[in-house]
């Protein structure tokens, strides 16, 4: 075959099997023997070929056979033997072109169509290589096996199909075939992969050493190396030729190009002078722009003193409604408690009452308790009486008498009943100041619940304002790459998918996401789409698995968790289902499907399979979608329904939509951009007021509690005063008073009394204490009753200056309404004014608009300009009087121009061109140079290896010979002695006998393929010339070679039975059989035929 095409290759190549290569060309032979032998042993340590051999090969309607095959060669040798005419050469004829090589090439015919067997309209072959192990071939792919069919036609076309070893097409392109071979180092054209019957026999009978060197060349590809370096070398001769030429031609592009420069010099001031010219006229249309923006600016600043203007009018507006809104407020909260006074007043009158009848009742039974204890009192006295005469008695007896003052006790007990009454007071202002402290407590306990609540809320708010600034980002990113409107991961992400499908790691590109795909038809329906779709809308596709995992890997790289889009599984086809009869069709409303506008039919059957698009109603009125699927039965294969708000309709069910607005289909980019930036300011708005209520709440907080602070340490003091009070208490109330010592004589007497007056005492102190406990409810009945008369009159006294600042609250609002409408007027006043202003200015600015735009199409760029119109005009009327009176002395000034830039640039790039051209011929030199090296010491080495194997080889055989190459003449002689005894006279091969001379043509092509590599070697009727002696040696020679090296594999046709072969499981013989009576011929025509095959 000729050169291969590298491009062709579609996947980076395995790491191949490398050519053993010798870099010592003076090497001694026995050293080259011991290489070789070492090379030998390592060769058959190596593993059975796992890519490039032949496994089987089939043939149908090929050259004379109907049926060839199918035949299954082995790993390692393979005799094909058989009489003649039984197919032996058509198999090697079919190897060659079943794997691209012409039909010269096979020496068998001229054109492929002499292959088709007659009375047949084509002919097939079928070829299965190997594919294993680690330099496989697209391995996923292909698998374990590639099979390459070939099918040629009777017109000479022919076609092939690659597949796998499942039996799928994979492709049916040439360069994939030639990608195959290249990866495999197959070389159908090479003569020592396959030398086929007529080569070999052209090679005994060929007495020309010319012929044997180029038979050498082509075997080992140093022809088409030497063939590209000669057309390299002409190409450079040519590429000489042209740069002498260029220099020739540039010698007159200079000359010519100096002589137009000096002619445009000539008129150079003439070009200056209309330049100048030119440059006025752009003034001249920018100075009328300036002068009308001149205009213009006074009006503009007028219009934006008084838009300030408007701007301190609505600011005393909003100031009045404020005030208006805070007296209107004041006035309702002024009523309001006035309103709840009245109720309180109202509401304590019952209770008055009652009060007023439990204390008459209680003043009652205190009156009879008074009685009662005023019997026991004088009771008490009587028999005090007597006691105080007894005692009186006593008294005179005895010698001193211990008398307490009386004074001392009642300032005693003033003392106490004063601290009594500190201690009650004390007590009053600590449950006073308790209950202020519970109040500032639930007050701050509110406070807190609030700030928390608002906390919440605003955190809240800041979270959805950055979503939806966010999504503002995203859309406007989104006007310039819509794919960015599914993320801003999207266009990263599919660009990785492109780049590793063009690698090759995808069989079928995957698609998504899937609502790049899709466009509603109706803009209304697009939210209802969206809600119906969901996740679908940036969910991917993938034909199957394996493009799944990888997709996923990508996905890895371009998406945090979390985030990642879905990706469905579903086989691509390019037709969209059939769902005429699964589908719903309703007169009025359309299904989800035919509602969408889908470009890719894998979309479509993607969405069908998964949503059941094509069973979803779109009904836009969420009435009507309620009576079509609640009313009655739903239409028929209709599940659901969804409005063009988003509302998901079921049967039995109802479910409301959360989208607001669609965020990936829609086509109104910038309504979609004004709608969130309204939303945006109105939620920056609510922060704005939900901060200050925040630091309102806050400050109450912090007044609250420095007030109940304050409240804990007054309750504090109060708490030490109740101690230090109750002490002195208790100090005063312990002073005892001591009694004198009773006489004897009076003291029965004495006892007896005071038994009486104990007994008295004691039913009066019960009855007083019953007394005091009815006074002290007495007491506490009255003070209910003074407190709830001081509520009365107290809410009475409050009501009055409320109704006062009522009636002021309402002078108020009346007073603050009134300046708001006199702002108002003011306002409307001031705006027809600035209305009047701005449409004086629009006339202006239109007329500006349309001078601006004569100007640009005069000159583009804007030029400040400080001259008037009218000095402008002057000067462009002399100017061009001026310019009339150069053009008639000079001719044409544009024709002189045109001369001088044409004649420039054509100067100009001969030169560039003929500098490029030398610097590439040196860079060429220099690397042919090197080339030429390599090549050489290459020669040197194969020339050497092959000289060394083929002496190793006559030396088995005991006989010697040499291979002598004249490089310079290209010549090849070969010379052998066929016993070692004559060794001193070698003979030339012209000499030897038939069979001695195949046995010489076997040891050479045996060294050719020690210093080649290809996966598979053919012979047709190697042994054609040699007697049993010589063919038992070869056929040695030739297994030796084959069991070194199990990893190739060797096919040999031979007519000879092979019977006498050694039994081998690497040893595979295929028999074909004896050909049929009447067996057609072929029809060969001459070599000289002019038809070639594709």
């Known amino acids: 075959m000729g050169k291969r095409k590298e491009e062709s290759i579609s996947k980076p190549r395995s790491h191949k099997r490398q050519r053993q290569e010798y870099t010592n060309e003076h090497s001694e032979d026995s050293n080259e023997e011991e290489n070789l032998s070492s090379e030998s042993n390592f060769s058959s340590l190596s593993s059975v070929g796992e890519v490039g051999i032949i496994e089987s090969i ?28 039984s197919g032996k050469s058509s198999v090697l004829t079919a190897l060659i072109v079943g794997l691209g090589g012409k039909a010269t090439a096979t020496n068998r015919g001229s054109a492929l169509k002499m292959f088709v067997r007659d009375g047949e309209t084509s002919a097939d072959i079928s070829i299965t290589l190997r594919n294993q192990g680690r330099d496989a071939f697209k391995p996923e792919v292909y698998g374990s096996s590639i099979i390459v069919n070939q099918h040629i036609n009777l017109d000479g076309s022919r076609s092939y199909r690659l597949k796998s070893k499942s039996g799928t097409l994979v492709s049916s392109k040439k360069e994939e075939l030639i990608g195959i071979l290249d990866h495999f180092n197959i070389q159908v054209d090479n003569p020592v992969s396959v030398l086929t ?24 590809q140093l022809e088409q190396m030497k063939e590209d370096y000669s057309y390299i070398m002409k190409t450079k001769e040519n590429t000489c030729n042209q740069i002498e030429q260029g220099v020739e031609r540039l010698q007159e592009l200079k000359l010519l190009y100096c002589e137009k420069r000096e002619r445009f010099k000539s008129i150079g001031f003439l070009s200056d002078m209309r330049s100048h010219l030119e440059d006025l006229k752009h003034k001249m249309a920018w100075a009328v722009v300036s002068e009308m923006e001149k205009e213009i600016q006074p009006i503009k600043e007028g219009i934006r003193a008084e838009e300030e203007n408007a701007k301190k009018f609505i600011q005393k507006i909003e100031e009045c409604q404020v005030k208006v809104n805070e007296a209107e407020k004041k006035y309702k909260a002024i009523q309001d408690k006035l309103i709840t006074i009245g109720e309180e007043a109202k509401a304590l009158q019952p209770q008055c009452i009652s009060l007023k009848a439990d204390v008459q009742a209680r003043r009652k039974a205190v009156s009879e308790a008074e009685v009662l204890y005023n019997r026991f009192k004088i009771e008490f006295k009587r028999l005090g009486k007597d006691d105080e005469q007894l005692c009186k008695r006593i008294e005179e007896l005895k010698s001193s008498a211990n008398q307490i003052s009386e004074p001392e006790k009642l300032e005693r007990q003033r003392k106490i009943a004063h601290l009594r009454e500190q201690l009650k007071a004390f007590h009053d202002e600590e449950i006073m100041i308790g209950q202020q402290m519970e109040q500032f407590q639930q007050a701050i306990y509110k406070c807190k619940e609030e700030n928390t609540r608002l906390r919440r809320e605003d955190l809240e708010m800041k979270q959805t304002l950055e979503t939806k600034q966010r999504q503002l980002r995203e859309l406007r990113d989104s006007k310039t790459n819509t794919l960015k409107r599914f993320g801003p991961h999207m266009p990263a992400f599919l660009e990785a998918v492109e780049t590793a499908y063009r690698e090759g790691r995808f069989r079928h590109k995957p698609i998504g996401p899937l609502g790049a795909f899709i466009h509603p038809k109706d803009a209304e329906l697009t939210l209802a ?8 809308v940036q969910a991917f596709c993938c034909d199957n698995h394996s493009d799944e995992r990888n997709l996923q890997l990508l996905m890895l790289k371009h998406y945090p968790r979390g985030f990642r889009p879905q990706i469905i599984v579903n086989k691509f086809q390019n037709q969209v289902y059939d769902v005429r009869h699964s589908g719903v069709n309703h007169p009025e409303f359309p299904s989800v499907l035919t509602a969408l506008e889908i470009d890719h039919a894998v979309v479509a059957n993607c969405l069908i399979d998964v949503r059941g698009i094509e069973r979803i109603l779109l009904i836009k009125n969420s009435r009507i979608a309620r009576e079509v699927m609640q009313g ?94 109750n002490a002195e208490i208790a100090d005063l109330e312990n002073i005892e008073e001591h009694q004198s010592v009773d006489i004897c004589a009076l003291e029965e007497e004495a006892e007896e009394n005071k038994g009486k007056m104990e007994s008295v005492k004691k039913d009066m102190q019960e009855q007083s204490r019953k007394m005091e406990e009815l006074k002290s409810i007495l007491q506490e009945a009255e003070k209910k009753l003074e407190e709830m008369k001081e509520k009365i009159h107290q809410v009475e006294e409050i009501a009055g200056p409320i109704k006062d600042e009522l009636n002021e609250a309402d002078s108020e609002v009346g007073n603050s309404k009134r300046r708001l409408q006199h702002y108002q007027d003011k306002q409307k006043e001031h705006l027809a004014c600035i209305k009047r202003h701005k449409d004086l200015l629009a006339a202006k600015e239109k007329e500006l608009e349309e001078k601006t735009a004569q100007a640009r199409q005069i000159y583009s760029e804007r030029i400040e300009v400080s001259r008037t119109v009218k000095s402008l005009d002057a000067e462009m009327n002399r100017l061009r009087e001026r310019i009339n009176s150069e053009n008639v002395r000079h001719g044409n000034r544009e024709e002189i121009v045109q001369q001088f830039h044409d004649a420039k640039e054509r100067y100009e790039d001969a030169n560039n061109k003929v500098k490029n051209l030398k610097k590439f011929i040196k860079l060429l030199e220099e690397i042919m140079t090197q080339r030429f090296k390599i090549y050489r010491h290459f020669l040197r080495l194969l020339s050497l290896r092959c000289k060394l194997y083929f002496d190793h080889l006559l030396r088995i055989r005991a006989c010697s010979g040499k291979i002598l190459f004249d490089h310079k003449n290209e010549t090849l002689s070969i010379t052998v002695q066929p016993r070692e005894e004559d060794k001193a006279a070698l003979n030339d091969m012209r000499s030897l006998s038939g069979g001695e001379r195949s046995f010489s043509t076997v040891c050479f092509i045996l060294s050719l393929w020690s210093i080649t590599e290809s996966p598979f070697r053919c012979l047709d009727e190697f042994d054609v010339y040699m007697d049993m002696v010589n063919r038992r040696i070869a056929m040695d020679m030739i297994l030796k070679v084959a069991d070194s090296q199990r990893h190739r594999q060797f096919i040999l046709l031979t007519p000879q039975t092979m019977s006498s072969l050694p039994t081998s499981s690497h040893i595979r013989i295929l028999r074909m059989q004896d050909p049929e009576r009447g067996q057609r011929t072929l029809k060969f025509k001459n070599r000289n035929d002019k038809e070639q095959d594709e």
């Open 632 to 725: 009655n039965k739903p239409p028929r294969n209709c599940r659901e329904a969804f409005t063009a708000e988003g509302d998901q309709v079921f049967e039995r069910r109802y479910y409301s939509s959360d989208y607001v607005r669609p965020k990936f289909l829609s086509k109104d980019v910038e309504a979609e951009i004004s709608h969130l930036e309204e939303e945006i300011k109105n939620k920056k708005q609510q922060m704005t007021a939900s901060q200050q209520r925040l630091c309102s709440i806050q400050n109450e907080i912090r007044l609250n509690e420095e007030h109940l602070q304050g409240h804990r340490r007054h309750q504090k003091d109060l708490q030490i005063k109740i101690r230090r009070t």
């Open 58 to 85: 089939q043939l149908k309607n090929f050259m004379c056979h109907s049926m060839l095959g199918p035949f299954q060669f082995g790993s390692n040798i393979n005799f094909v033997v058989g009489n003649n005419g």
């Open 529 to 536: 789409v969206e809600s119906c779709l969901k996740g679908l």
């Open 197 to 220: 019957q007529e080569m070999s026999k052209h090679f005994l009978q060929s007495k020309n050493e010319g012929d044997k060197y180029k038979f050498f060349m082509k075997a080992t």
